[in-house]
């Protein structure tokens, strides 16, 4: 698994004043005021991006579907572009604002899935690009615990820029490639949702109250029904897009049908030793095959 956790990042290696919170450490960018643009930066990620920016002291401009600074001046006004949209309006987004980019600046996305918006971005600008992924959602509690996926795709200068700025909000960087993050997070968010959805969806067709469910509830199920709650009064477009966009999250189902119909065997034939048999073979690192080069 080609994944590298960087963390530690002093704040100290910053440079200080408004719009010149540049990181010192490797990479090509030097001090000196440039500004920052949103794409969707009025809601969601992109609000949380940009109050960390503009708490590190950088000037953030936002471009909202009929609100905020227009996309092509975000292009030529911005040294660096972030695009946080839903996932069925990302590639479109990228496709515009990508070919109006300076070869100097930084392209960047937000995005759940990191494969198709990473080829887009190098597809369509000659910018730098690097892929980015929250791992939580736009209002966390507190930073702790807290990690961010990076994904460098064609980095010079702003190498070390994105990396710097998240640490020194304490969040915990993890650098791997589009195609290790998509197959990781098809269990992560892709399979783990969907398991969810499919209990809430069972739970609807099986005629059991609610309050008897919480009566009977074991601690283990009553966190079960905290996760359920969570998934099903969120953002279901979300959730949808998530597990639909992610390519690799159907071939998880295939085997997960395969596995369900073995353990459906053995539970119509009432066989509690071949159940337990087959479970005892689960081992986490089996679950997800490698990426082939």
Same mark, same amino acid.
């Given at each position: 698994?080609?994944?590298?956790?960087?963390?530690?990042?002093?704040?100290?290696?910053?440079?200080? =004043?408004?719009?010149?919170?540049?990181?010192?450490?490797?990479?090509?960018?030097?001090?000196?005021?440039?500004?920052? *643009? /949103?794409?969707? *930066?009025?809601?969601?990620?992109?609000?949380?991006?940009?109050?960390?920016?503009?708490?590190?002291?950088?000037?953030?401009?936002?471009?909202?579907?009929?609100?905020?600074?227009?996309?092509?001046?975000?292009?030529?006004?911005?040294?660096?572009? /972030?695009?946080?949209?839903?996932?069925?309006?990302?590639?479109?987004?990228?496709?515009?604002?990508?070919p109006l980019l300076s070869g100097d600046s930084l392209l960047m996305d937000l995005?759940?899935?990191?494969?198709?918006?990473?080829?887009?971005?190098?597809?369509?600008?000659?910018?730098?690009?690097?892929?980015?992924?929250?791992?939580?959602?736009?209002?966390?509690?507190?930073?702790?615990?807290?990690?961010?996926?990076?994904?460098?795709?064609?980095?010079?200068?702003?190498?070390?820029?994105?990396? =710097?700025?998240?640490?020194?909000?304490?969040?915990?960087? /993890?650098?791997?490639?589009?195609?290790?993050?998509?197959?990781?997070?098809?269990?992560?968010?892709?399979?783990?949702?969907?398991?969810?959805?499919?209990?809430?969806?069972?739970?609807?067709?099986?005629?059991?109250?609610?309050?008897?469910?919480?009566?009977?509830?074991?601690?283990?199920?009553?966190?079960?029904?905290?996760?359920?709650?969570?998934?099903?009064?969120?953002?279901?477009?979300?959730?949808?897009?998530?597990?639909?966009?992610?390519?690799?999250?159907?071939?998880?189902?295939?085997?997960?049908?395969?596995?369900? =119909?073995?353990?459906?065997?053995?539970?119509?034939?009432?066989?509690?030793?071949?159940?337990?048999?087959?479970?005892?073979?689960?081992?986490?690192?089996?679950?997800?095959?490698?990426?082939?080069?």
């Amino acid at each position: 698994m080609h994944v590298r956790l960087l963390c530690g990042i002093e704040n100290s290696r910053f440079a200080k =004043g408004p719009g010149k919170k540049l990181f010192l450490g490797v990479g090509g960018v030097k001090e000196g005021s440039f500004e920052i *643009g /949103i794409i969707g *930066g009025a809601g969601g990620m992109g609000s949380w991006c940009s109050d960390i920016l503009r708490g590190q002291g950088y000037r953030v401009h936002a471009a909202g579907r009929n609100s905020g600074m227009a996309v092509e001046e975000m292009a030529r006004r911005c040294s660096v572009v /972030i695009v946080s949209v839903p996932i069925e309006a990302t590639l479109s987004v990228i496709d515009r604002v990508g070919p109006l980019l300076s070869g100097d600046s930084l392209l960047m996305d937000l995005t759940s899935v990191k494969e198709a918006p990473v080829r887009a971005m190098l597809s369509s600008t000659g910018a730098e690009v690097m892929g980015c992924h929250p791992l939580f959602g736009p209002r966390p509690d507190s930073v702790d615990d807290l990690s961010i996926v990076l994904c460098p795709a064609r980095v010079d200068r702003w190498a070390s820029w994105p990396s =710097g700025i998240f640490a020194a909000a304490g969040i915990k960087i /993890i650098e791997t490639t589009p195609e290790e993050h998509d197959r990781v997070m098809a269990v992560v968010q892709g399979l783990n949702h969907l398991d969810t959805i499919l209990l809430a969806l069972t739970l609807g067709h099986c005629g059991i109250e609610r309050s008897d469910l919480e009566r009977f509830a074991t601690p283990l199920f009553r966190s079960r029904l905290a996760a359920l709650d969570r998934v099903m009064a969120g953002n279901h477009r979300m959730y949808a897009e998530i597990i639909c966009s992610n390519p690799r999250v159907a071939s998880l189902i295939e085997e997960f049908e395969k596995i369900l =119909g073995e353990l459906r065997g053995y539970i119509e034939k009432g066989d509690g030793a071949g159940f337990a048999a087959r479970t005892a073979t689960a081992r986490p690192a089996k679950v997800i095959p490698p990426v082939e080069d």
